[in-house]
Protein backbone atom coordinates (compact mmCIF):
# COMPACT_ATOMS: atom_id res chain seq x y z
CA UNK A 1 0.00 0.00 0.00
CA UNK A 2 3.13 2.59 0.58
CA UNK A 3 4.19 1.89 -2.51
CA UNK A 4 0.99 2.99 -4.46
CA UNK A 5 0.43 5.66 -2.20
CA UNK A 6 4.09 6.96 -3.24
CA UNK A 7 3.62 6.14 -6.56
CA UNK A 8 0.28 7.75 -6.89
CA UNK A 9 1.72 11.07 -4.83
CA UNK A 10 4.44 11.54 -7.11
CA UNK A 11 2.37 11.37 -9.99
CA UNK A 12 0.10 13.59 -9.11
CA UNK A 13 2.46 16.56 -8.47
CA UNK A 14 3.81 15.82 -12.08
CA UNK A 15 0.27 16.32 -13.44
CA UNK A 16 0.03 19.41 -11.02
CA UNK A 17 3.73 21.22 -12.70
CA UNK A 18 2.79 20.20 -15.99
CA UNK A 19 -0.72 21.90 -16.15
CA UNK A 20 0.96 24.86 -15.60
CA UNK A 21 2.16 24.61 -19.53
CA UNK A 22 -0.84 24.25 -20.73
CA UNK A 23 -2.78 26.91 -18.36
CA UNK A 24 -1.79 29.67 -21.07
CA UNK A 25 -3.41 27.17 -24.35
CA UNK A 26 -6.36 26.82 -22.29
CA UNK A 27 -7.12 30.39 -21.02
CA UNK A 28 -7.97 31.87 -25.13
CA UNK A 29 -10.80 28.66 -25.59
CA UNK A 30 -12.13 28.75 -21.88
CA UNK A 31 -13.02 32.51 -22.71
CA UNK A 32 -14.91 31.96 -25.97
CA UNK A 33 -16.72 29.29 -23.97
CA UNK A 34 -17.65 31.31 -21.33
CA UNK A 35 -18.43 34.26 -23.93
CA UNK A 36 -21.10 31.42 -25.32
CA UNK A 37 -24.75 30.52 -24.80
CA UNK A 38 -24.31 27.33 -22.17
CA UNK A 39 -25.65 24.41 -23.60
CA UNK A 40 -26.02 21.16 -22.20
CA UNK A 41 -23.35 19.41 -24.53
CA UNK A 42 -23.01 15.38 -24.74
CA UNK A 43 -19.61 13.57 -24.89
CA UNK A 44 -18.61 10.07 -25.54
CA UNK A 45 -15.45 9.10 -24.49
CA UNK A 46 -13.19 6.15 -24.84
CA UNK A 47 -10.23 5.12 -22.25
CA UNK A 48 -7.44 3.05 -22.31
CA UNK A 49 -5.59 2.47 -18.87
CA UNK A 50 -2.62 0.05 -18.33
CA UNK A 51 -2.03 -0.97 -14.48
CA UNK A 52 1.49 0.43 -13.14
CA UNK A 53 0.98 -1.23 -9.64
CA UNK A 54 -1.66 -3.22 -7.65
CA UNK A 55 -2.41 -5.53 -4.80
CA UNK A 56 -4.98 -8.64 -4.61
CA UNK A 57 -5.78 -9.45 -0.92
CA UNK A 58 -8.69 -11.32 1.23
CA UNK A 59 -7.74 -8.75 4.11
CA UNK A 60 -6.91 -11.43 6.48
CA UNK A 61 -4.52 -14.54 4.96
CA UNK A 62 -2.67 -13.80 2.15
CA UNK A 63 -2.09 -10.63 -0.13
CA UNK A 64 -1.05 -10.60 -3.67
CA UNK A 65 0.98 -8.45 -6.32
CA UNK A 66 -0.68 -8.24 -10.18
CA UNK A 67 0.99 -7.02 -12.92
CA UNK A 68 0.38 -6.41 -16.80
CA UNK A 69 -3.23 -5.76 -16.27
CA UNK A 70 -5.71 -2.88 -17.30
CA UNK A 71 -8.98 -1.77 -18.69
CA UNK A 72 -11.39 0.10 -21.41
CA UNK A 73 -13.52 2.14 -20.70
CA UNK A 74 -16.30 3.69 -22.66
CA UNK A 75 -18.25 6.68 -20.80
CA UNK A 76 -21.33 9.13 -22.11
CA UNK A 77 -20.89 12.34 -19.93
CA UNK A 78 -23.08 15.75 -19.97
CA UNK A 79 -20.92 18.61 -19.74
CA UNK A 80 -23.34 20.75 -17.83
CA UNK A 81 -20.83 24.40 -18.00
CA UNK A 82 -17.14 24.91 -18.64
CA UNK A 83 -16.05 22.94 -15.47
CA UNK A 84 -18.50 19.90 -14.93
CA UNK A 85 -19.73 16.67 -16.33
CA UNK A 86 -22.00 14.07 -14.72
CA UNK A 87 -22.51 11.20 -16.72
CA UNK A 88 -22.31 6.97 -16.64
CA UNK A 89 -19.89 4.54 -18.23
CA UNK A 90 -19.41 1.03 -18.16
CA UNK A 91 -15.38 -0.97 -17.98
CA UNK A 92 -13.78 -3.90 -19.11
CA UNK A 93 -10.90 -5.00 -16.83
CA UNK A 94 -8.14 -7.78 -16.37
CA UNK A 95 -5.96 -8.25 -13.71
CA UNK A 96 -3.25 -9.62 -15.64
CA UNK A 97 -0.79 -12.22 -13.30
CA UNK A 98 -1.35 -12.31 -10.13
CA UNK A 99 1.86 -13.68 -8.21
CA UNK A 100 1.68 -16.04 -5.39
CA UNK A 101 4.66 -17.61 -2.98
CA UNK A 102 4.63 -20.50 -5.36
CA UNK A 103 4.40 -18.99 -8.35
CA UNK A 104 1.98 -16.83 -10.90
CA UNK A 105 -1.76 -17.82 -11.71
CA UNK A 106 -4.39 -15.75 -13.48
CA UNK A 107 -6.12 -13.40 -12.18
CA UNK A 108 -9.81 -12.06 -12.44
CA UNK A 109 -12.30 -9.88 -14.75
CA UNK A 110 -14.41 -7.45 -13.76
CA UNK A 111 -17.58 -5.24 -15.71
CA UNK A 112 -17.45 -1.96 -13.76
CA UNK A 113 -20.86 -0.44 -14.28
CA UNK A 114 -20.49 3.18 -12.99
CA UNK A 115 -21.74 6.44 -12.55
CA UNK A 116 -19.21 9.42 -13.25
CA UNK A 117 -18.27 12.94 -12.56
CA UNK A 118 -15.46 15.11 -13.93
CA UNK A 119 -14.45 18.70 -12.59
CA UNK A 120 -12.32 20.67 -14.63
CA UNK A 121 -9.44 22.94 -12.76
CA UNK A 122 -6.88 25.73 -13.26
CA UNK A 123 -8.28 27.20 -16.36
CA UNK A 124 -9.58 24.07 -18.03
CA UNK A 125 -6.53 22.27 -18.10
CA UNK A 126 -6.28 19.82 -15.34
CA UNK A 127 -9.81 17.55 -14.30
CA UNK A 128 -10.23 15.81 -10.90
CA UNK A 129 -12.53 12.66 -12.32
CA UNK A 130 -14.51 10.57 -10.12
CA UNK A 131 -16.42 6.92 -10.81
CA UNK A 132 -18.74 5.01 -8.10
CA UNK A 133 -20.14 1.82 -9.55
CA UNK A 134 -20.86 -2.20 -9.12
CA UNK A 135 -18.48 -4.46 -10.66
CA UNK A 136 -19.34 -7.90 -12.06
CA UNK A 137 -16.74 -10.10 -11.83
CA UNK A 138 -15.57 -13.51 -13.68
CA UNK A 139 -12.51 -15.84 -12.19
CA UNK A 140 -10.70 -18.34 -13.96
CA UNK A 141 -10.24 -22.14 -12.16
CA UNK A 142 -6.67 -20.93 -11.03
CA UNK A 143 -8.15 -18.31 -8.83
CA UNK A 144 -10.68 -20.57 -7.06
CA UNK A 145 -7.96 -22.73 -7.00
CA UNK A 146 -6.04 -20.95 -4.87
CA UNK A 147 -8.57 -19.25 -2.60
CA UNK A 148 -9.96 -22.98 -2.06
CA UNK A 149 -6.23 -23.70 -0.54
CA UNK A 150 -6.46 -20.82 1.48
CA UNK A 151 -9.48 -22.45 3.29
CA UNK A 152 -9.08 -25.98 4.72
CA UNK A 153 -11.52 -28.99 3.63
CA UNK A 154 -12.58 -26.27 0.68
CA UNK A 155 -14.07 -27.47 -2.67
CA UNK A 156 -12.64 -24.97 -5.56
CA UNK A 157 -16.27 -25.54 -7.19
CA UNK A 158 -17.71 -24.17 -4.71
CA UNK A 159 -16.61 -20.67 -4.64
CA UNK A 160 -18.44 -17.81 -6.13
CA UNK A 161 -17.06 -14.18 -6.47
CA UNK A 162 -19.30 -11.69 -6.79
CA UNK A 163 -19.05 -8.02 -6.84
CA UNK A 164 -19.93 -5.64 -3.99
CA UNK A 165 -18.00 -1.77 -4.92
CA UNK A 166 -16.24 -0.59 -7.69
CA UNK A 167 -15.01 3.20 -6.98
CA UNK A 168 -12.38 5.05 -8.67
CA UNK A 169 -10.32 8.48 -8.36
CA UNK A 170 -8.44 9.98 -11.80
CA UNK A 171 -6.20 12.78 -12.31
CA UNK A 172 -5.10 14.40 -15.94
CA UNK A 173 -5.12 16.95 -18.72
CA UNK A 174 -7.40 17.78 -21.27
CA UNK A 175 -5.66 18.46 -24.68
CA UNK A 176 -8.29 18.93 -27.36
CA UNK A 177 -10.08 15.70 -27.73
CA UNK A 178 -7.36 14.09 -25.34
CA UNK A 179 -7.33 13.32 -21.43
CA UNK A 180 -4.11 11.76 -20.05
CA UNK A 181 -5.10 10.47 -16.65
CA UNK A 182 -3.89 8.30 -14.13
CA UNK A 183 -6.13 6.72 -11.59
CA UNK A 184 -6.85 5.05 -8.68
CA UNK A 185 -9.23 2.41 -8.42
CA UNK A 186 -10.57 0.22 -6.48
CA UNK A 187 -12.83 -3.51 -6.23
CA UNK A 188 -14.26 -4.76 -3.13
CA UNK A 189 -15.64 -8.17 -3.75
CA UNK A 190 -17.09 -11.05 -1.57
CA UNK A 191 -16.25 -15.18 -2.38
CA UNK A 192 -18.71 -17.32 -1.19
CA UNK A 193 -17.90 -20.99 -0.12
CA UNK A 194 -18.77 -24.36 1.48
CA UNK A 195 -16.48 -25.70 4.45
CA UNK A 196 -17.41 -28.78 5.66
CA UNK A 197 -21.12 -28.30 4.39
CA UNK A 198 -21.67 -25.14 6.21
CA UNK A 199 -21.62 -21.68 3.64
CA UNK A 200 -19.58 -18.79 4.02
CA UNK A 201 -18.12 -15.85 3.09
CA UNK A 202 -14.45 -14.10 3.00
CA UNK A 203 -13.92 -10.41 1.44
CA UNK A 204 -11.80 -9.60 -0.93
CA UNK A 205 -10.23 -6.23 -2.52
CA UNK A 206 -8.23 -5.65 -5.41
CA UNK A 207 -6.30 -2.04 -5.43
CA UNK A 208 -4.26 -0.34 -8.78
CA UNK A 209 -2.67 2.63 -10.43
CA UNK A 210 -3.02 3.01 -13.76
CA UNK A 211 -1.69 5.15 -16.35
CA UNK A 212 -3.60 5.79 -19.57
CA UNK A 213 -5.29 8.70 -22.28
CA UNK A 214 -8.87 8.70 -23.52
CA UNK A 215 -10.58 10.31 -26.78
CA UNK A 216 -13.24 12.10 -26.60
CA UNK A 217 -15.84 11.81 -29.98
Partial sequence: MKKLFFIFSFMLI??????????????????IQNNEKKEISVINRVSFL??????????????????????????????MNTQIELGFGAAAQSNGKITTD??????????????????????????VKARLGLPVVVSDSNLQNYLSDSVS????????????????????????????EMAYSYNSMDYEYKENGVTSNKSLENIRVSLGFSKKF
Avoid at 52 to 70: A, H, P, Y
Avoid at 107 to 127: D, H
Wanted: proline share 1%.
Fill in 50 to 79: LDIDGTFNDEESFTLNDSFGGEILLERAYR
Fill in 102 to 127: TGTLSGFYSVPVYAMAKYNVIGGALY
Fill in 153 to 180: NVDSSSIKLDGLFYGGLGVGLDYGIYEW
Fill in 14 to 31: SIFSYSEDLLINNTEELN
